[in-house]
């Protein structure tokens, strides 16, 4: 049943995505946008670019995320479908954590996917890609599971985008500096496996309480 109740779920939210795939294009054109005002911000110099690289390309992935983080609940609070969610014979958590990580696939996941072909606009050394790829692959999905729980918490207020990012950035930043601490340490010369145990970590420890916090938020919400 719980399996069942994700496929469809799932199906759905392609569904929906498809059918305002103008709105699934801002986050991946936004940090390009990010990217592009860095590169020409900095004057194109890959001298100044390449030390900086790593970090800019971790925050545009992580304002991606961020801006379509207000909408992951939202939609399903108006439109009827969070009461459907809370009487489903599966645990509410199950949903929750399927939605989290189709919020990844569709804003996360394709800025990560471009990250080669953006780096090289930043002039990023090609031994920082492959420690860059697995910070990012290990710390999006915990941008996204603490945006959830954010998101939960702010769901029945109306026009919270800003307190979403306010919210929200604070509990961003150990993700930021572990993810772009691990890539400057490859840079020195350090291994940066310490740091990407941490996030491997901080990953498993989200997967666990944040689709349980992120449920509990969403029916002291609704209630």
């Not at 929906?16 to 004057?43: E, I, S, Y």
């Not at 939609?75 to 399927?98: I, K, R, Y």
């Amino acid at each position: 049943m719980m399996w069942q109740a994700a496929r469809a779920l799932m199906i759905r939210d392609l569904q929906l995505l498809w059918a305002r795939r103008g709105d699934a294009l801002q986050p991946a054109l936004f940090a390009l946008l990010t990217v592009v005002l860095f590169a020409l911000g900095l004057g194109g110099d890959a001298r100044t670019l390449a030390p900086v690289a790593s970090a800019v390309l971790w925050l545009a992935v992580l304002l991606a995320g961020l801006l379509a983080l207000d909408n992951l609940f939202r939609g399903d609070a108006e439109d009827g479908s969070l009461e459907q969610w809370m009487l489903a014979p599966v645990p509410l958590w199950w949903l929750v954590l399927v939605r989290t990580l189709m919020h990844w696939a569709t804003t996360a996941l394709p800025v990560v996917v471009a990250v080669p072909v953006l780096g090289e606009l930043l002039h990023l050394p090609h031994a920082q890609l492959p420690v860059l790829l697995a910070s990012l692959m290990l710390g999006t999905p915990i941008l996204s599971l603490l945006g959830a729980v954010v998101a939960a918490l702010t769901v029945g207020m109306r026009r919270a985008g800003i307190l979403v990012a306010l919210l929200a950035l604070p509990l961003y930043v150990p993700v930021l500096v572990f993810g772009a601490g691990a890539v400057a340490a490859s840079a020195q010369g350090l291994d940066a496996t310490g740091a990407l145990l941490l996030l491997g970590a901080g990953l498993v420890l989200a997967l666990v309480l944040a689709p349980l916090t992120a449920a509990a938020a969403l029916r002291i919400a609704h209630a």
